[in-house]
């Protein structure tokens, strides 16, 4: 009960003040531009609020918010909290709560707010209230990018991401196995980046912060995106060649003379005959870092079942099988079979057919698969006839300089 009669004296004296303040200026109200119509001209005595914002923006989540917090003003019933998109605008009005806290979910990423409190007691005729609160000015981000890698070798790795709304700059930041994260690149403008300084058969990780400017040009950063782990291979030093008489014809014109490539092909050889062949024992024996193979061609002439498909396909995917088995760090390179000329006992539908076949097992595999057949091939899909032998299917000495010539291109940028 005592309590009661003293918080009636403390407010009867307060009312009384701010009617000597309107004659005699004790009390100083904010200047009417500065504020709503709806609380000007209102007494203010109690102490004005602290603020403090949390940015909710998570990269996983479609809501973001923000909240407001102010500590306690001793007096006050409650607190109206103001927005405006101004740095010198009054705001209006978007809440008003007796917690110590305001939660704002109508927000959006990439726009700046500014917010400002003011505390009040309406326990007498008059509202009594604080001065507003110095302004908060809050930025929401865009969604940090996703991040991929692209191409990984043994000394390098490309990362690839889209582009996001508003973005001035990308930093760059990577961290080895065991160690902390450094930022390798800054002021990146552009949606890739390669990193050339990489050791072989090492783990990394990589992530990357987006620096933005929202629509009143107020720098801000995004965070971090989602991490990104590669593992580079070893440098090849051994590279085999595997295949019948198509890819034989680079030894056999001298396309290939390094003494660290071994060329293991045979003539009219199928996947089936090759893996029960000494050629397999050879393939093994070398243990090749990197393997080119291209087979299956022999086993598919005339017009095959898709028994026979998965026959050929079964033991083209048992001599890959065998050789990772031994070295799982060996880089496989699957090479699809070349189409032929209009004519030929191969046919280009079941070129085509097999090669999908392929290919979507190198992509189950994360192995490669080199498609070169855009540069052998004419218009209507068919082999370049002046590359063409005799039988529609074999390559002449210009095919075979051609296909070298983007086999050497496709190494230098891919590994």
């Known amino acids: 009960?005592?309590?009661?009669?003293?918080?009636?004296?403390?407010?009867?004296?307060?009312?009384?003040?701010?009617?000597?303040?309107?004659?005699?200026?004790?009390?100083?109200?904010?200047?009417?531009?500065s504020m709503p119509e709806d609380v000007r001209n209102e007494g203010i005595i109690l102490d004005t609020p602290v603020t403090e914002a949390d940015i909710d923006a998570d990269a996983d989540t479609k809501k973001v918010s923000i909240t407001i917090s102010y500590d306690y003003v001793d007096g006050a019933d409650g607190y109206v909290i103001l927005r405006s998109t101004g740095k010198d605008s009054a705001g209006k009005k978007i809440g008003e709560?007796?917690?110590?806290?305001?939660?704002?979910?109508?927000?959006?990423?990439?726009?700046t707010y500014y917010y400002s409190v003011y505390a009040?007691?309406?326990?007498?005729?008059?509202?009594?209230?604080?001065?507003?609160?110095?302004?908060?000015?809050?930025?929401?981000?865009?969604?940090?990018?996703?991040?991929?890698?692209?191409?990984?070798t043994y000394s390098s790795c490309t990362l690839?991401?889209?582009?996001?709304?508003?973005?001035l700059w990308y930093s760059i930041y990577r961290k080895e196995k065991g160690g902390e994260y450094k930022c390798i690149k800054n002021k990146v403008k552009t949606n890739d980046y390669t990193d050339k300084k990489l050791k072989e058969k090492t783990g990394y990780t990589y992530k990357i912060l987006a620096v933005c400017a929202s629509a009143q040009k107020i720098k801000y950063m995004t965070g971090f995106s989602?991490?990104?782990?590669?593992?580079?291979?070893?440098k090849a030093f051994k590279i085999a060649y595997v295949g019948d008489s198509i890819l034989s014809q680079l030894g056999e014109y001298r396309l290939i003379t390094d003494k660290n490539r071994k060329m293991i092909c045979k003539i009219g050889i199928s996947p089936s005959t090759f893996y029960n062949n000494v050629l397999m024992d050879n393939l093994l024996d070398y243990?090749?870092?990197?393997?080119?193979?291209?087979?299956g061609a022999n086993s598919l002439e005339g017009n095959p079942t898709e028994g026979q498909y998965n026959m050929v396909f079964k033991f083209y995917k048992l001599i890959i099988k065998e050789c990772l088995k031994q070295?799982?760090?060996?880089?496989?390179?699957?090479?699809?079979?070349?189409?032929?000329?209009?004519?030929?006992?191969?046919?280009?539908?079941?070129?085509?057919?097999f090669n999908g076949m392929l290919k979507s097992y190198a992509e189950d595999k994360k192995?490669?698969?080199?498609?070169?057949?855009?540069?052998?091939?004419?218009?209507?899909?068919?082999?370049?006839?002046?590359?063409a032998e005799g039988d529609r299917i074999h390559w002449k000495i210009t095919g075979c300089k051609k296909f070298k010539e983007l086999l050497d291109k496709y190494e230098k940028e891919t590994f």
């Open 1 to 33: 009960m005592l309590d009661i009669c003293i918080k009636n004296i403390r407010l009867l004296l307060i009312t009384a003040i701010i009617i000597a303040g309107s004659v005699w200026g004790i009390c100083t109200p904010a200047s009417a531009s």
């Open 97 to 111: 709560t007796e917690d110590m806290e305001y939660t704002d979910k109508t927000v959006k990423r990439g726009r």
């Open 120 to 152: 009040y007691n309406d326990s007498t005729d008059n509202l009594i209230r604080s001065e507003f609160s110095k302004k908060l000015c809050c930025t929401v981000p865009e969604k940090p990018p996703v991040v991929k890698a692209d191409k990984v």
């Open 160 to 167: 690839k991401w889209k582009n996001i709304k508003r973005v």
């Open 226 to 234: 989602e991490k990104v782990k590669i593992k580079t291979p070893k």
């Open 287 to 295: 243990n090749p870092d990197r393997m080119y193979i291209m087979l």
């Open 327 to 353: 070295n799982h760090d060996m880089q496989v390179v699957v090479l699809p079979i070349c189409p032929v000329r209009p004519g030929a006992s191969l046919k280009n539908s079941v070129v085509a057919h």
């Open 367 to 387: 192995m490669y698969y080199y498609d070169y057949i855009a540069g052998m091939t004419e218009s209507d899909g068919s082999l370049i006839r002046e590359y």
